[in-house]
């Protein structure tokens, strides 16, 4: 199918063409910008592809020269050309993998404390800070919409806007539950211990993305509760919202704005209500095609942080690092590019190869 390939090369010429008209406009140069820069990579991909390609008809030809140097030369040639051609046409085929349309938005954060009572919960705020330091190292803007914290410096629960590039096909094979086995601080016989966290990860939603009749909310107000200041209990600023058709509640107090609370509600609102969306449509595709890793479920423990050995396994592609430290401070690039790989494959083996 390399007619496609020609396809997507012409019109990234085209593209170039038109961000060079001094006469486009600043919404056409937004559009096209995008467009263009999505295709990049295919693109340089596939012209050093034809370019190998035409260097090793060359390199082939010389395997029959009288010069006994040049024909070793060429050899030599034909090995290196013959495993660059073997490594951009598996390129080739995962750039043209139909991609998940929330791959470039941002995302919400929501990452809960689960059973181990308050073990769970310091795990889960040490869960977020990870997360939080993996954004910092991706220049990501983390913004927290909702927290409910314990009084031992963990939380319960803590929801977070986080913005940036591609954010959410880094973060989207995160959410599900995270196994933790330490021995607790307060644990005075040395007994390891096991405590779950939940994290969810949702594609941020804009107000096109999801339609909310607002006589399908009901919109309490009341005063804040828990640790935040002295002024905390003194007005009717917490905000809790909830979807009368699908009884998904969300509540938040952190701000001492009732308006602000609202909005930040609203904002977690939409993005589960979307989140239930593709779910739904994802549970109506043919079973046989697995398009994501693992299942979704959110039941479905996916890792493993286990102290005592400094190991960290992640139980779906079966990747095991003992780098425990390194990761919790945010250091997930080799489990989050582990779990992208094992999509692709899994993407490739339900698809056409396009060479």
């Known amino acids: 199918m390399f007619q496609k390939l020609e396809e997507v090369e012409k019109r990234f010429d ?13 919404n056409d140069i937004r559009t096209f910008s995008k467009e263009h820069s999505d295709l990049r990579q295919i693109v340089e991909s596939y ?48 750039l043209l993998l139909p991609k998940d349309p929330n791959d470039d938005r941002n995302v919400i954060l929501e990452v809960r404390a689960g059973t181990g009572g308050d073990e769970a919960a310091l795990f889960a705020y040490e869960m977020y800070r990870m ?47 995270h196994r933790v086995q330490r ?14 966290v939940t994290v969810a990860v949702l594609p941020e939603a804009e107000e096109v993305d999801v339609e909310i009749n607002p006589a399908d909310l009901r919109i309490d107000v009341m005063r804040a509760s828990g640790s935040g200041g002295q002024s905390v209990n003194t007005t009717d600023s917490a905000v809790r919202i909830v979807h009368i058709p699908t009884g998904v509640e969300v509540k938040c107090q952190d701000e001492k704005s009732q308006h602000k609370n609202r909005d930040k509600a609203m904002k977690i609102l939409r993005s589960r209500l979307l989140e239930a969306e593709i779910e739904k449509a994802a549970a109506e595709q043919s079973s ?9 479920d959110r039941s479905e423990r996916i890792r493993t942080y286990n102290f005592p050995q400094s190991r960290c396994t992640d139980h779906r592609i079966g990747l095991t690092l003992h780098s425990l430290n390194e990761i919790m401070e945010g250091d997930l690039d080799q489990v989050v590019e582990a779990l992208v790989a094992h999509t692709q494959a899994e993407l490739l083996k339900n698809s056409e190869s396009v060479l």
């Open 14 to 26: 085209d593209l170039e063409r038109k961000l060079q008209d001094p006469s486009i406009n600043a």
């Open 47 to 94: 012209r050093e592809f034809k370019k190998c390609q035409e260097d090793l008809i060359s390199s082939k030809e010389l395997l029959a020269d009288n010069d006994a140097e040049m024909r070793s030369f060429a050899k030599e040639e034909v090995s290196r050309l013959e495993l660059d051609i073997e490594r951009l046409t598996k390129d080739l085929n995962i």
């Open 131 to 177: 997360y939080q330091r993996y954004a910092d190292k991706n220049n990501w803007r983390v913004e927290v919409l909702s927290t409910n914290a314990t009084g031992l410096g963990g939380i319960k629960e803590i929801s977070a806007l986080i913005s940036g590039d591609k954010v959410y096909s880094k973060l989207k094979n995160e959410g599900g539950v």
């Open 183 to 196: 021995v607790p601080d307060t644990e005075t016989q040395g007994r390891v211990h096991t405590s779950t």
């Open 288 to 296: 046989a095609r697995r398009l994501m890793v693992g299942t979704g």
